[in-house]
């Protein structure tokens, strides 16, 4: 069984860098390796110093490389899926037909048909290891939400594996229309539909697929760091294990550094506050870019010499979410410790629980301001939070 790690985080912050010295190494300790970039930016060539194209090319001993070109994807495997999907719907007026594209069909679907690629390669089992070196933070997630969206639409229009297609009558006012597809056309769409949550599913298997943050220790990326990783827990994707980039060497001596070394050490304590639970690596910033097999030595010899990185690094989710009632439980695991020394409170953003010199931050949604800590007790080793909505 192959395994897929997708790095992941906002642009700049390393996650090329990061993905590629993974690449290598796993390539160098004998695995076959393929890394794949779906950020429309790409710069595989650019840190591999080669020519990478539509279609995995060799570029070192066992380590093959492939930059998706997404738009490519799309023409080439669901072109007339794409032009059906939108011939289909007709709307009474060009503002309904905005709205529905907003919300339905189109956003990050340039994306998806990345990901599709991915599954099919690894569905041809010829390597280890696939390297996913993703595009920046809210690309993704707009793509690893779509499928949940899609599938509504599917159910709602298409029930799978009936010819005969329910026809969509709105409770209200009759906002849109649909034309029927062919009878072709109907099945292709039905198998693109059984294609995306078999992707879902691929990506959401803990045993295959990991999800690793890579972040700088500044206070804005940190922040939608925290962010993300909420959305990918809540979607039920597996983040085991966070980069911390661009730490300043504690060798590095002056002034100027002195303070930006004390701002760096606030939020590390941060990130280690909330992902303490996983292995969190340190990436040290260096006096030059990240170029070349060189440069990516550097960071493997530096950093990356956990001999358990490829594995699974966690696999139980720490908390959860529920609705209850009318408001929310949430569930952390937590266990061998202490049960009387608990402390706990809730901030604009996190919900922070002490335990003697436990210490964890859990973002919460948004939705969660509407919402007190109404009362909270141990199930075994985990702590159930309950929370009621504020009466205004
Ligand atoms: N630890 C580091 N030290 C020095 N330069 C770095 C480091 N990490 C990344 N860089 C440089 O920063 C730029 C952005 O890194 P990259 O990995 O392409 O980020 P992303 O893929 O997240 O956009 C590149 O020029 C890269 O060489
Ligand atoms: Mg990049």
């Known amino acids: 069984m192959g395994r897929i790690i997708v790095f992941t985080g906002k642009g700049g912050v390393g996650k090329t860098s990061a993905a590629a010295a993974h690449a290598l190494k796993s390539s160098k300790e004998g695995m076959n390796t393929l890394i794949v970039s779906t950020d429309m930016a790409h710069n595989l060539s650019d840190i ?3 020519d990478i194209h539509k279609e995995p090319t060799e570029i070192s001993p066992k380590l093959w490389a492939l930059e998706i070109d997404a738009n490519y994807e799309m023409e080439n495997s669901y072109g007339t899926i794409q032009k059906s999907i939108s011939n289909m719907i007709k709307f009474d007026n060009e503002k309904d037909a905005e709205t529905f594209e907003d919300i339905v069909v189109f956003p990050g679907m340039e994306e998806l048909f990345s990901l599709l690629k991915i599954k099919e390669l ?22 690893l ?7 509504w639409y599917m ?3 298409f029930p799978v594996g009936r010819i005969a297609m329910k026809v969509f009558r709105p409770v209200g006012k009759a906002f849109f229309k649909i034309e029927l597809p062919d009878k072709d056309t109907l099945n292709d769409i039905e198998k693109l539909y ?14 295959i697929c990991s999800i690793r943050l890579v972040t700088i220790p500044e206070k804005m990326i940190v922040e939608e760091t925290k962010r993300n990783y909420m959305y990918l827990n809540l979607y039920g994707f597996n983040v085991d294990g966070v980069y911390i980039n661009r730490v300043i060497p504690e060798s590095v001596d002056n002034h100027f550094f002195k303070e930006w070394k004390a701002i760096q050490k606030k939020y590390m304590k941060e990130i280690q506050a909330i992902f303490g639970n996983m292995p969190i690596y340190n990436i040290k910033w260096y006096e030059v870019d ?3 097999l060189d440069g990516l030595e550097r960071i493997i010899n530096d950093s990356l010499q956990d001999k358990n990185i490829f594995k699974v690094l966690k696999q139980k989710s720490d908390e959860r979410f529920e609705k209850e009632g009318k408001g929310y439980k ?4 937590i266990p061998f410790t202490d049960k009387s020394k608990l402390d706990m409170y809730q901030s604009d953003t996190d919900i922070i629980i002490r335990l003697g010199n436990f210490k964890r931050s ?4 948004d939705v969660m301001k509407k919402y007190f800590i109404s009362k909270a007790k141990f199930v075994d080793d985990h702590l159930c939070i309950y929370f009621e909505e504020k009466v205004s």
């Open 48 to 50: 591999f110093v080669k």
């Open 362 to 365: 859990i973002p919460v949604p």
């Open 145 to 151: 939400k779509f499928p949940e969206l899609l599938s």
């Open 194 to 207: 059984l294609k995306l949550l078999q992707l879902q599913q691929l990506f959401k298997d803990n045993e």
């Open 330 to 333: 949430l569930e952390v695991y």
């Open 122 to 143: 690894y569905d041809k089992n010829i390597y280890d290891i696939i390297i996913v070196d993703c595009a920046p933070t809210g690309e993704t997630l707009s793509l």
């Open 290 to 292: 990240v170029v070349g």
């Open 155 to 157: 159910e709602n229009f």
